[in-house]
């Protein structure tokens, strides 16, 4: 396993500051030209080989195409290879504040050249099964993306409160019962009234969020091609969550194997080698 303990600081104190303020930091040139090129070849398998967890996330009149999958770094060991022979463990526990890191699941979002379906404004952490701060997304794209087709970010919305998760495509309730939840903001239509953080990046770069962090992200221009690799992962505090509903991504069986508060201590979430010191 390839370590980095050499490796210059990453995670400045500026960053952890701007991470806990905030709740999305962006850090250039993280991983390496060949880091890079592995996991495009990862992408790639999976775009040939979808898992049964893959979805089309745009409308069939969508001259682009918006494709999401699941869950796939022990089929792929692309994945697997840039998961856990990196030095990415110890850069999100430094953000975290968390002694360990722990893998949640790994995730492809990948917009065709001319996809005009945009990401809805949402938070991730209503979808999921977890509970508990300490947890980090990272999102980095294979190919360059532009401003106007990166992650934005609601600076500040990490601290709460949850926000109704709805379906990206018809904006239905599925997870939590109508009127359970505060509704989201219609962040588009009042741009001025919030903070929104954003950057154009390079393939190296990554963007760093907490799972309550209000994002969304536009559709793709032209001939720009976005495919998108995001890991997510959960420190010291996060148990687990059972719902009375399908989370997503679901983890069938789960229910029968941890208990509702226990720690998410399971072979479907390891543990990285990485921890905070070094980095």
């Not at 930091?25 to 996991?39: A, D, H, T, Y």
């Not at 009149?61 to 290879?81: L, R």
């Not at 998410?264 to 070094?278: N, Q, R, V």
């Amino acid at each position: 396993m390839t370590q980095y303990i050499d490796t210059p600081s990453l995670v400045t104190p500026e960053i952890a500051d701007a991470y806990e303020r905030d709740g999305a930091v962006c850090i250039r040139g993280l991983f390496n030209k060949e880091q890079i090129e592995g996991l495009t070849k990862g992408i790639e398998e999976n775009l040939k080989n979808p898992s049964p967890r893959a979805k089309v996330a745009s409308q069939p009149d969508d001259p682009g195409w918006f494709f999401e999958d699941f869950c796939n770094w022990q089929e792929i060991a692309a994945y697997k290879k840039f998961i856990f022979d990196s030095h990415i463990g110890q850069v999100v526990a430094k953000l975290m504040h968390s002694q360990h890191a722990r893998l949640y699941h790994d995730h492809l979002l990948v917009k065709e050249p001319g996809t005009r379906q945009r990401t809805p404004w949402h938070q991730d952490q209503p979808y999921y099964n977890v509970e508990g701060h300490q947890n980090v997304s990272m999102w980095l794209p294979v190919d360059p993306v532009s401003r106007e087709s990166s992650l934005e970010f609601v600076a500040g919305s990490h601290k709460g409160p949850w926000l109704m998760p709805r379906t990206f495509m018809d904006s239905e309730a599925k997870w939590f019962p109508e009127g359970s939840l505060k509704n989201l903001p219609d962040v588009e239509a009042n741009r001025d009234e919030y903070e929104i953080l954003s950057w154009a990046l390079e393939p190296g770069d990554a963007v760093f969020f907490n799972m309550l962090t209000l994002h969304g992200s536009a559709g793709v221009s032209g001939g720009q091609r976005r495919r998108a690799f995001s890991v997510r992962f959960l420190g010291d505090d996060m148990t687990h969550a059972p719902r009375h509903w399908t989370t997503s991504p679901p983890f069938p069986g789960l229910d029968n194997e941890l208990a509702t508060g226990a720690p998410m201590d399971h072979p479907l979430f390891p543990l990285l080698t990485g921890t905070a010191e070094g980095v």
